[in-house]
Nanobody, 120 residues
Framework: VQLVESGGGLVQPGGSLKLSCAAS????????MGWYRQAPGKQREWIAS???????NYGDSVKGRITISRDNAKNTVSLQMNSLKPEDTAVYYC???????????????WGQGTQVTVSS
């Protein structure tokens, strides 16, 4: 099982960016999916999550500016980010609780991260 993010890059302040994450491998089911970020010299920060039923939660630092969504049929999760600020610059990581075909429990998986830089 692996998670692969895409969509990072350089964007100007006030701009928008959409990140995507695809889970692949021998997947039985996926529980909660989410996004974290880590800025240089800072701890990894949770910013959003979505349950398999579509219930969403957002961190205070991004609430109102981002939207998380998922496609259960495609095992993907996306993060639409608007009104980006320089302080949003970070490596963004996808996270998911996945039960593989070989287990009867859920394990926590991480993507490799994608860089988002907000700068003029």
């Amino acid at each position: 099982v692996q998670l692969v993010e895409s969509g990072g890059g350089l964007v100007q302040p006030g701009g928008s960016l959409k990140l995507s994450c695809a889970a692949s491998g021998n997947i039985f089911s996926i529980n909660t999916m989410g996004w974290y970020r880590q800025a240089p010299g800072k701890q990894r920060e949770w910013i959003a999550s979505i349950t398999s039923g579509g219930r969403t939660n957002y961190g205070d630092s991004v609430k109102g500016r981002i939207t998380i969504s998922r496609d259960n049929a495609k095992n993907t999760v996306s993060l639409q980010m608007n009104s980006l600020k320089p302080e949003d610059t970070a490596v963004y990581y996808c996270n998911a609780e996945i039960r593989s075909l070989m287990t009867s429990w859920y394990d926590n998986y991480w993507g490799q991260g994608t860089q988002v830089t907000v700068s003029s």
